[in-house]
């Protein structure tokens, strides 16, 4: 089992940069691999990007590719999303979370999930 605490959120003008980070609790963080999600409000929870248990095979929303990295220190069980260009529709609640997949975008393969971070993306 895993709880994952979200932090780094905040508002921004458009064209900023943020870095999100995920603490998680417990000595089996490597054996997750780990996504972001986001949700605005009125809107679906969306896929926003992925990393395998190593930090290898990143996957990302076409809506974020160029723009957004995910990565992960195991050492310190930590995944990070660093959020480059932001746009105003980048505006939502980031959500980390966790998987047993190898790697995954569906969000029902998640099965823990921290309690999320606002970013507010001004124009």
């Known amino acids: 089992q895993v709880q994952l605490v979200e932090s780094g959120g905040g508002l921004v003008q458009a064209g900023a940069s943020l870095r999100l980070s995920c603490a998680a609790s417990?000595?089996?963080?490597?054996?997750?691999?780990m996504g972001w999600f986001r949700q605005a409000p009125g809107k679906e929870r969306e896929f926003v990007a992925a990393?395998?248990?190593?930090?290898?095979?990143?996957y990302y929303a076409d809506s974020v590719k160029g723009r957004f990295t995910i990565s992960r220190d195991n050492t310190k069980n930590t995944a990070y999303l660093q959020m480059s260009s932001l746009k105003p529709e980048d505006t939502a609640v980031y959500y980390c979370?966790?998987?047993?997949?190898?790697?995954?975008?569906?969000?029902?393969?998640?099965?823990?999930w921290g309690q999320g971070t606002q970013v507010t993306v001004s124009s």
């Open positions: 979370a966790a998987s047993t997949a190898i790697v995954t975008i569906v969000p029902s393969r998640y099965g823990y």
């Open positions: 990393v395998n248990r190593s930090g290898g095979t990143p």
């Open positions: 417990g000595r089996t963080f490597s054996t997750y691999s």
